[in-house]
């Protein structure tokens, strides 16, 4: 993964300044970003960039060892499907095959890489507010780029620019979703079904998924966008205790649970357990 990648440059046209909004340009060599107003953003050694507004601090995001626990789970392929229904639902849609994705709490960028594989015209942005997942990302797909930045700020894409916002077990902001998206562009969410990982959830003291998701996503879009399409996506993976063990690891139960306590559960499951993963993806399209 070399810092000197260079970055797509239709990507980088996708960014606007988080200081003033102007758009934003490769320095030369990629060494950074800058606007027209002269604000300037460093890339980072591992080739990300960082587009914060002046003072905000971002909530931290996944820690270093849930996103190393994140790498192994995906790398191993135990979530392809759900990648596999991502992309069915960003292609579906009449308006031909989207060329600028938004990945929002994109995490280590394996999903948009999973779906710009399928798009060879296109490119994409995973923004994420935690660092050690931007690393990861910036490495993710030669036509992706990898920014910090944070969900619940004015996000730094220009208006109107974008094809697909994804979101996947991420954090959502209608608002700002409804700004970059460009006259007929979809946001397209992966949310977890009542039985996703139901096998796991009494046995290791999982977090259950909240039966009123589904009216909340709404209540969070519908002023800024409505919904056009749903699917979902039902599968039986069978893990044994390594992969249940990084599994937990990757996701928010892992801030609930000792290492021990969840050593000791996971050792109590068969080797070879059965895991119903279980996602519904909506698809949303800009009001007006
Ligand atoms: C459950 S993970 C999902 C990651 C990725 N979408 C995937 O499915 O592999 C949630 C991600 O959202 C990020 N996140 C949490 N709050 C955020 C925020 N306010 N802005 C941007 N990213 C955020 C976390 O750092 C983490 O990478």
Redesign the pocket.
Known sequence: MSARRPWPAAAVRLLACPVCGGPLDARPDDAGLRCPAGHSFDRARQGHVTLLPPGHV??S??SAAMVAD?VAF?AAGHYAGVTRALGDAVTAGDDGPPGALL??????G??LAGVLDRLPGAVGVV????RY?ARRAAGAHPRALAVV????ARLPVRDAAVDRVLV????RNGAETARVLRPGGRLVVVTPAADHLAELVGPLGLLSVDPDKARRLSATLDPHLRPVAAAAHREELELDHAAVTTLVGM??HARHLTPEGLAAAVARLPEGTAVTVSVELSTWARQG
């Open positions: 971002p909530p995001g996944d994140r995906l990945d929002l709490g994109g995490g280590t394996q999903h923004l994420d507010s935690s997942a930045g944070d969900t619940w996947v077990f991420a954090p996701g928010p």
